[in-house]
């Protein structure tokens, strides 16, 4: 990031970064951090809160130190039980911990480090996300987590910046990236969210493999009341 970049988005309380470098960049000079992976981590994790049960974030699934923690692990998504799958968490009970892997919002959770709030955002929970930013005191940065290539470098999602885009909107004060996820989110809502979804190349992914309910709670914008932030115990609502 050269000065003239970094001047210019201290001048806004609302920023928005990509991926990994982005979410550490902000958390860096931020007082909350959200990340937003709509396709499927941050929508598992508030299903999941919007049941009373909480979230541990995983890069990767390490069954032993759920164990550890006292959580319960998350299958395979081909699987019968709990998994990152969304429709799969519906029915979980309250209380349980949910040791949750994803190589993308997770990752970008383990890149937050303590002493900045974060909260897991999406658009289910859009306007709930958004309401809680407007406590923080201090600049808040959105990070929108993307997809992976085969060689793992980072994709660009556009349901992510549809999720930021939908959280901004009710924010003042934005970058000028804030401002373009925002006109980005208005005119996907206007073409129908479940739509847009379902044509993006994770959601056809998704559909694809018989996953379309996903899709569809994804899409189902502020639908829940919570806004999902870590604790030392994982995500709670």
Known sequence: MTARTEHRQRAHRVRLEW?????????????????I??????????????????VLPQRRSDPAAAATAGAVTAGDRYGTG???????????AAGTRLAL??????????????????????LRNASAVAAALRG????????????????????VAVEDALGAGAIA????????????AVDLFVAARARG???VLGRLASGLELVA?????????????????????????????
């Open 101 to 122: 892997a994803s190589p993308n919002g997770a990752t970008l959770c383990a890149a937050v480090g303590p002493g900045v709030e974060l909260f897991a955002g999406c």
């Open 19 to 35: 991926g990994v470098e982005g979410a550490a960049l902000l958390a860096a000079e931020c007082a909350a951090v959200v990340v």
């Open 136 to 155: 923080v005191d201090g600049p808040v940065g959105l990070v929108p987590a993307g997809e992976r290539w085969p060689d793992a470098t980072m994709r």
């Open 82 to 92: 709990p998994s990152l799958r969304p429709s799969s968490l519906v029915g979980l």
């Open 37 to 54: 992976d709509v396709l499927s981590f941050c929508t598992s994790v508030d299903v999941v809160v919007g049941q009373g049960a909480s």
């Open 169 to 180: 909107a009710a924010l003042e004060d934005r970058s000028p990236e804030a401002d373009a």
């Open 209 to 237: 493999d018989g996953f379309g309910a996903d899709v569809d709670l994804a899409a189902d914008l502020d639908r829940s009341g919570a806004a999902p932030r870590r604790t030392d115990d994982g995500f709670l609502a």
């Open 193 to 195: 969210l479940r739509g």
